[in-house]
Every structure is written in structure tokens, then in C-alpha cells.
């Protein structure tokens, strides 16, 4: 397949690094301000040296990726909220080319799903979206494969909110402390708030909510509590009691929530670290778990890149 890559943050760099890996070709990226495009394939080290010494991939407006001749569109500019713009228009006017498009950004199919699916009927291209959920976790995928099966998810969803519990608790050591710390590895943001807020964990239980349901869910449909105000001494009386506190997300009966909830320490929800986690409710399999890296570059590229592998060819 042919490429045309959207945003090159550490998601669409590690689409671009390792799409030859997969079998594809990459014949445009984009940053918010150029494009580099080559419809018989870039020189994938060569846009990603000059991202990083001259601080864009290209010399051309950066429409010019979407306009270029591609399969497959990879939108993997940020999130954002409300009308999902400008990612929402890109899919558009991709799948008004009858292109195919992969997501890594959550705000079209969390805000705007219905609107997607409907430009998907009318296009002979396809939308997928597993990088939206939980990185490189198949979670999309095994929901598609159990076939209707699935009747509920829930787990840990936000690698920043689970590591500063897990260092909170571990520790003893309380939430601005922590915090602090997790900036200085680069597991938190400068700004946190969509992190610690519940709001990334939500959006990912909304994109679950609309595949589940085949509903119209977005985040105002969701209960959302982060975990800023949760003080250190929450942990020590979890702690005495045998458990301990994960932001979990949960998706069943028709309701997306996403809060701090009290969970067995050494139980299958309570992952450490950056680890992500999602449970499945199943009609005739039981409880299934799928536990694993829930962000990164390479990481979510692999799941891009496995979405791709997963579309027809176009006609």
C-alpha cells in the first residue's frame, strides 16, 4: 500500500521508520506546517533527519499530503476535542477520494462517529482505528474476531494516570511528587491534564462504547473523574485493606465511565507502570484480558501498520 502520513510525532515518525518493514511505501508525510512527497517513495531516514535538524519534513505546503496520490491516509496529528478539527476533514476529504484511512487520532471516531461512518458508506475506502485504543493492544481487533460476542470492557487505559499510581502507592509518596517525576522521564506531559484528567482514558472508552454498541457516544456522554485531587492517604487505607487504586475506564449497560476505583493489589486490573490493561465481558468465552503497552511510537505504529495490513486493495 501506498502511504500518506499526517503529523510526525512519535506516531507518524514510527509509521514512516518502519512502514517498509510492513511491506508499504510511504509517498507523502506531513507536519503542521510542510510536506515532503514522492509518489515513488520517500527516502524514509532522509524526511525524518530533516524533521530533526531543520524542524520540518519538506519544502512543500503541507496539503500537498493530501492531495498527493496515496491508498492509505494516516492521520496521526493530535487529538482534539469538539469538532475533532482539522483531523476530521482530513479523513473527509480522503474518503471523498475513495482512499482508504487509518487512525491513531481519537478525536473522529470519539466526537464525530457517525458522521465518519456515514462518509465511510458512501466512500470505496474503509476507516480503521485500532491505534486509538490502548496502543499497540489488539483490543478493536479481538472485539471484531468474538464477532458480537462482546457485552462489556473495562480496565487501565492511560499509561501517565497508571504510573503515578502505581508510583504513589509502591512509594508512598504523594500526587505532585510523582508527577513531577513522571515529566522527567517523559512519561508525562509538561501539561498532564488530558492524562491525569480522565480525559484520554474516556475518549478511549467512548471509541469502545460507539464499536460496541454502534452507537453515537462522545465525551459528553461519559462520567469522567482523573485523579489530581487523590490524596496520598487514599492508597495507605487501600493498601491495609489488600487493594489498591487504578483509573479505570468502564464500558457496559449502555454507560461510559471512567474514575479511581478501589481494585485487589495483586489482581489482574492492577497493572504497574506504563502498562495498559482492558478486560472483556463475552456472551460465550468468559472474561478475557489483554494487557500491554498502551502508547509509544513504535508501539502504536505497530497497530497503524496492522490496520493497514488489514484493508483491501482498492480498486
Known amino acids: 500500500m501506498k502511504l500518506s502520513v499526517l503529523g510526525s510525532g512519535a506516531v507518524g515518525a514510527a509509521v514512516v521508520e518502519l512502514a517498509g518493514e510492513y511491506g508499504h511505501e510511504v509517498v507523502a508525510v506531513a507536519d503542521s506546517a510542510s510536506a515532503a512527497v514522492d509518489e515513488s517513495g520517500l527516502d524514509a531516514e532522509a524526511v525524518l533527519e530533516r524533521k530533526r535538524t531543520d524542524g520540518r519534513v519538506g519544502d512543500a505546503d503541507a496539503d500537498a499530503a493530501l492531495e498527493a496520490d496515496y491508498d492509505v491516509l494516516v492521520e496521526a496529528t493530535p487529538t482534539t476535542l469538539g469538532d475533532a478539527e482539522p483531523g476530521f476533514s482530513h479523513v473527509k476529504q480522503a474518503l471523498e477520494r475513495d482512499r482508504h484511512v487509518v487512525l491513531a487520532n481519537k478525536g473522529p471516531v470519539a466526537e464525530r462517529?457517525?458522521?465518519?461512518?456515514?462518509?465511510?458508506?458512501?466512500?470505496?475506502?474503509?476507516?480503521?482505528?485500532?491505534?486509538?485504543?490502548?496502543?499497540?493492544?489488539?483490543?478493536?481487533?479481538?472485539?471484531?474476531?468474538?464477532?458480537?460476542q462482546v457485552t462489556?470492557?473495562?480496565?487501565?487505559?492511560?499509561?501517565?494516570?497508571?504510573?503515578?499510581?502505581?508510583?504513589?502507592?509502591?512509594?508512598?509518596?504523594?500526587?505532585?511528587?510523582?508527577l513531577a517525576e513522571a515529566q522527567d522521564l517523559g512519561v508525562a506531559e509538561a501539561d498532564p491534564t488530558f492524562d491525569v484528567e480522565g480525559t484520554d482514558a474516556a475518549l478511549k472508552c467512548v471509541i469502545l462504547a460507539n464499536v460496541l454498541y454502534e452507537d453515537t457516544y462522545t465525551l459528553e456522554d461519559a462520567s469522567v473523574e482523573g485523579i489530581a485531587d487523590l490524596?496520598?492517604?487514599?492508597?495507605?487505607?487501600?493498601?491495609?485493606?489488600?487493594?489498591?487504586?487504578?483509573?479505570?475506564?468502564?464500558?457496559?449497560?449502555?454507560?461510559?465511565?471512567?474514575?479511581?476505583?478501589?481494585?485487589?493489589?495483586?489482581?489482574?486490573?492492577?497493572?504497574?507502570?506504563?502498562?495498559?490493561i482492558i478486560q472483556l465481558e463475552t456472551a460465550h468465552a468468559g472474561q478475557l484480558n489483554i494487557s500491554g503497552r498502551g502508547a509509544g511510537g513504535p508501539e502504536t505504529a505497530s497497530a497503524v501498520l496492522a490496520d493497514v495490513g488489514r484493508l483491501p486493495p482498492l480498486e
Open 113 to 148: 462517529y457517525d458522521e465518519l461512518r456515514s462518509l465511510e458508506a458512501d466512500s470505496a475506502g474503509s476507516v480503521r482505528f485500532e491505534a486509538a485504543v490502548g496502543g499497540a493492544i489488539p483490543i478493536l481487533s479481538t472485539i471484531a474476531d468474538l464477532d458480537g
Open 152 to 178: 462489556a470492557a473495562r480496565g487501565v487505559l492511560n499509561g501517565t494516570a497508571n504510573f503515578i499510581l502505581s508510583r504513589m502507592a509502591a512509594e508512598g509518596l504523594g500526587y505532585e511528587h510523582v
Open 231 to 276: 490524596p496520598g492517604s487514599a492508597l495507605e487505607l487501600a493498601a491495609e485493606d489488600g487493594r489498591t487504586i487504578r483509573l479505570i475506564g468502564d464500558v457496559s449497560d449502555g454507560e461510559v465511565s471512567v474514575a479511581p476505583r478501589l481494585v485487589p493489589e495483586n489482581g489482574t486490573l492492577a497493572v504497574s507502570g506504563t502498562l495498559n
